[in-house]
Structure formats: structure tokens, C-alpha cells
């Protein structure tokens, strides 16, 4: 965890323009901008497409890999899981939703530092992973860490305005925030 605080750091003041690591295509800029700008109902037409490209690896294997470990989760089978997405990482370690799914594998084991480690890597390749973002912010709370989960729902509503749960949480929070900075 020692390296938490710079990773926040640097989530809180990378540009939103930034591209990843994987090279983000011009589609997946495009629709960031558009959910920066839509209302509730078209931000969430925008989020799952948003979804299903940052779902493709490029590879079928890995995309199947992906598949796979999702349906074990959605299964409730945590640990097989794990297994999935520790095989796509290990096969496609550029692929931020691999690491991005398997730390929510971490969370629901309360794993939280291993969470935390998978979510580093997901923002590492992919700044803009909103979802990835709200999840660290989750652990924070969870941890009771309120002033850093704040400020990470406020970057998740910089990118997603109308996130319901990150402006919930912003509102939730806001009488525990004391105004220190990470």
C-alpha cells in the first residue's frame, strides 16, 4: 500500500486527455466525450458500449478468457474466477480489464490489497477507467478512507457525470471530508 498515495496522486492530476498504454482508439475518446456531455439516460447506452470496447483484448482467447472468468463471478465461484483473469494477465498483461475484473474478484474475497494492486495496474494502462476508478474509491470507503474515496468519485464524475453511485457517494461523504489533500 505504500505505493497508494503517488497512484492517487498521479489519478488526480493526469489529464483527461491522456491515452493508455494499449493505445486508446479514437471510438473510445469519441464516446468519453459524449458521456461527459449526455444525460442520464444516453450516458448509460454510452457506458455499455464504452464497456464492450474495453472488453476486447484483440484476441479471441483472451476475450474468452474474459468471458470465463466473468460468468464464474456472476456464478458466485470467486475463485475460479481469479483463475480466469490470473490466466489472462498473465497472457495479456496490457489488457487493463483483466486486471480491472480480477481486482473486483479481489474485493468480493475482501482482498482489498490485492484489489488495490489489480486497480493500479488497470489505471496504469487506462487512466480513464472510470470503473476501475469508483472501485479503488469503494475500497477507500470501505477502509474508512473518506477523504481519498472522495476525491476519486469526484475524477469517477469528471469523466461520467451522471454516475449515480460515485455523485451518491460524493453526497454520502461530503460532511466526513476534512479538506486534507492525498
Do not use: C
Amino acid at each position: 500500500m505504500k505505493l497508494l498515495k503517488p497512484i492517487v496522486t498521479a489519478l488526480l492530476v493526469t489529464p483527461l486527455g491522456m491515452t493508455t498504454a494499449q493505445g486508446q482508439s479514437d471510438r473510445t475518446a469519441e464516446l468519453l466525450q459524449h458521456l461527459r456531455e449526455a444525460d442520464p439516460t444516453d450516458a448509460k447506452k454510452i457506458e455499455r458500449e464504452i464497456d464492450l470496447v474495453w472488453r476486447r483484448s484483440g484476441s479471441p482467447s483472451m476475450d474468452l478468457l474474459l468471458s470465463r472468468g466473468q460468468d464464474a463471478l456472476d456464478a458466485g465461484e470467486v475463485e475460479t474466477a481469479i483463475g480466469h483473469f490470473s490466466a489472462l494477465i498473465d497472457h495479456a498483461p496490457e489488457f487493463a480489464e483483466g486486471w480491472h475484473r480480477r481486482a473486483t474478484a479481489f474485493y468480493r474475497q475482501e482482498e482489498y490489497g490485492l484489489a488495490v494492486a489489480d486497480l493500479e495496474h488497470a489505471l496504469a494502462l487506462n487512466p480513464q477507467h472510470f470503473n476501475a476508478m469508483f472501485g479503488l474509491a469503494v475500497i477507500f470507503e470501505t477502509l474508512d478512507r473518506p477523504d481519498q474515496a472522495h476525491a476519486i468519485y469526484q475524477q469517477v464524475l469528471i469523466l461520467y457525470p451522471t454516475h449515480e453511485r460515485a455523485q451518491d457517494a460524493v453526497d454520502r461523504l461530503a460532511g466526513k471530508v476534512t479538506g486534507q489533500t492525498l
